[in-house]
């Protein structure tokens, strides 16, 4: 069965400090994985994908398909980091995405 | 990139009635997608509207109760019919420009309550 988890409903973080949102997931054929943002009273966005292999907004996430894992990592956090996260798992060739349940980052001074 | 505009951003409505949300893209798009996200969970799809051509639903919802158009590549609607507080949901549409471009963008979204 195809499924994304995102463990952590809630990621409380100091300013400056590291941050790693966990996303397991479960799926036959080859993963391609996405991470979304939304940002308070904005609407959903593309943070990053997989296979772009790039950087955004000093966030990096590997694709580890041994351990079914994309986890989401920026090593010093900023308030502007505060959002809701989500990982998505692309379920076939038309582009439809499997969500999972997300993580709301708080960063505080 | 893209941009949707989706409408009304909200509403609260009768249970017995009916809401069409509407979505306009400013480009043309290959696919577009309508999710809803129910109170304090993630997105779940409800179907893929394909330009044409009757929409594929994701199990558990069906064209009756989830009717959707998608007259041209720009443009699609949603409607909830018959509703009921269960409905109440934030419904959100988006689009996959196609062609090589992956990045799946959304529209704002709509808050629907019903009494």
């Known amino acids: 069965a195809q499924r994304v988890t995102q463990p952590e409903k809630l990621l409380s973080v100091f300013k400056g400090a590291p941050v790693e949102l966990k996303c397991n997931y479960s799926?036959?054929?080859?993963?391609?994985l996405f991470w979304y943002v939304q940002y308070s009273r904005q609407r959903l966005q593309l943070l990053l994908r997989?296979?772009s292999r790039e950087s955004i907004k000093g966030f990096t996430a590997d694709l580890n398909k041994g351990e079914t894992s994309f986890h989401l990592k920026k090593p010093f956090a900023q308030e502007e980091d505060s959002a809701m996260y989500y990982c998505?798992?692309?379920?076939?060739?038309?582009?439809?995405?499997?969500f999972g349940a997300g993580t709301q980052v708080v960063v505080t001074p | 990139s893209a941009v949707i505009s989706q409408k009304p951003s909200r509403d609260i409505c009768q249970r017995g009635t009916s809401l069409t949300i509407q979505c306009q893209v400013d480009?043309?798009?290959?696919?577009m997608f309508w999710y809803r996200q129910q109170p304090g969970q993630s997105l779940t799809l409800i179907a893929t509207?394909?330009?044409?051509?009757?929409?594929?639903?994701e199990s558990g919802f069906v064209i009756d109760k989830f009717p959707i158009s998608r007259p041209n590549l720009t443009f699609s609607t949603l409607t909830v019919s018959n509703m009921s507080p269960e409905d109440s949901s934030i419904y959100l549409c988006?689009?996959?420009?196609?062609?090589?471009?992956?990045?799946?963008?959304f529209g704002s979204g709509t808050q629907l309550s019903v009494l």
């Open positions: 998505a798992l692309k379920t076939d060739s038309w582009g439809k995405l499997q």
């Open positions: 799926y036959s054929g080859s993963p391609e």
């Open positions: 997989h296979i």
């Open positions: 480009s043309q798009v290959t696919m």
């Open positions: 509207a394909n330009q044409g051509s009757e929409a594929t639903y």
């Open positions: 988006s689009g996959l420009p196609g062609q090589g471009d992956e990045k799946l963008f």
